[in-house]
């Protein structure tokens, strides 16, 4: 399935496509509908740059450097580690790779303070990934999105519930539409879809991307937008004058 919308508080465009699964053991040879929302998501990206964490080693923790060329480091910390599965298998219990053979793997808990963010160096307007075995133990996704501390949007993420999302592939990604929408830091936690429940849930994540203003076609930098704002200030006033002075 494949979706697209934009969020109520922001003017975000949301791409979303999934494919159900249903097994913990064999993952997905092909998921068409997480594939287009990605190429979708792509196709309004200049030079997109993609993190598939091939270049971890199994096992490694974070905080992880992730050096995107062109916009600097990003620094992942928190839960979570890198994990290698050979292609055509999972780990047991639902979760591989889009691509290649590495993964950012999570096993995070309503009743803690779990999950993991990613501090960028520049301003980010687009952000996108891959969510892999998400939403089969009770438990959604949440995206929360930062300038600095200050708090953007919050975004939740994944299908209904249910025992066909074991293995399941999604891809999320979301484009800011104004210079109000970026942001320098994305926070992933768990939503308890049942109030009350001890959810535990075990996500994964590949082929992360990000691009900032000038990539995305259609959206002004901040610099930008002053230039215009100040012209059209201009405009207003020389407006004003004339029909004083007539």
């Given at each position: 399935?494949?979706?697209?919308?934009?969020?109520?508080?922001?003017?975000?465009?949301?791409?979303?496509?999934?494919?159900?699964?249903?097994?913990?053991?064999?993952?997905?040879?092909?998921?068409?509908?997480?594939?287009?929302?990605?190429?979708?998501?792509?196709?309004?990206?200049?030079?997109?740059?993609?993190?598939?964490?091939?270049?971890?080693?199994?096992?490694?923790?974070?905080?992880?450097?992730?050096?995107?060329?062109?916009?600097?480091?990003?620094?992942?910390?928190?839960?979570?580690?890198?994990?290698?599965?050979?292609?055509?298998?999972?780990?047991?219990?639902?979760?591989?790779?889009?691509?290649?053979?590495?993964?950012?793997?999570?096993?995070?808990?309503?009743?803690?303070?779990?999950?993991?963010?990613?501090k960028f160096d520049?301003?980010?307007?687009?952000?996108?990934?891959?969510?892999?075995?998400?939403?089969?133990?009770?438990?959604?996704?949440?995206?929360?999105?930062?300038?600095?501390?200050?708090?953007?949007?919050?975004?939740?993420?994944?299908?209904?519930?249910?025992?066909?999302?074991?293995?399941?592939?999604?891809?999320?990604?979301?484009?800011?539409?104004?210079?109000?929408?970026?942001?320098?830091?994305?926070?992933?936690?768990?939503?308890?879809?049942k109030p009350g429940?001890?959810?535990?849930?075990?996500?994964?994540?590949?082929?992360?991307?990000?691009?900032?203003?000038?990539?995305?076609?259609?959206?002004?930098?901040?610099?930008?937008?002053?230039?215009?704002?100040?012209?059209?200030?201009?405009?207003?006033w020389r407006r004003?004058?004339?029909?004083?002075?007539?």
């Amino acid at each position: 399935m494949l979706f697209f919308w934009f969020t109520p508080a922001h003017a975000y465009r949301i791409y979303f496509g999934e494919d159900l699964n249903g097994s913990s053991t064999l993952p997905l040879s092909s998921f068409p509908g997480a594939t287009a929302a990605q190429s979708s998501f792509l196709a309004l990206i200049n030079t997109p740059t993609i993190e598939d964490f091939e270049g971890f080693s199994d096992g490694k923790s974070g905080p992880l450097t992730i050096t995107f060329p062109d916009l600097g480091d990003a620094i992942l910390t928190g839960d979570g580690l890198v994990r290698t599965i050979e292609s055509g298998k999972t780990n047991g219990l639902g979760r591989y790779a889009t691509s290649g053979t590495n993964y950012w793997s999570v096993v995070t808990s309503n009743t803690k303070d779990k999950g993991f963010e990613i501090k960028f160096d520049v301003p980010i307007a687009a952000f996108g990934f891959h969510g892999i075995d998400i939403g089969d133990a009770g438990g959604r996704l949440a995206l929360s999105l930062f300038n600095g501390d200050e708090p953007v949007s919050t975004f939740s993420i994944g299908h209904t519930v249910s025992n066909k999302a074991n293995g399941a592939v999604f891809y999320y990604g979301l484009i800011a539409t104004t210079p109000s929408e970026l942001f320098t830091r994305v926070s992933f936690s768990l939503i308890d879809t049942k109030p009350g429940d001890n959810v535990n849930d075990g996500f994964a994540f590949d082929d992360m991307t990000i691009a900032t203003a000038h990539q995305v076609r259609g959206i002004p930098e901040p610099a930008s937008l002053s230039l215009m704002l100040a012209g059209w200030g201009g405009l207003l006033w020389r407006r004003h004058k004339n029909r004083i002075e007539s």
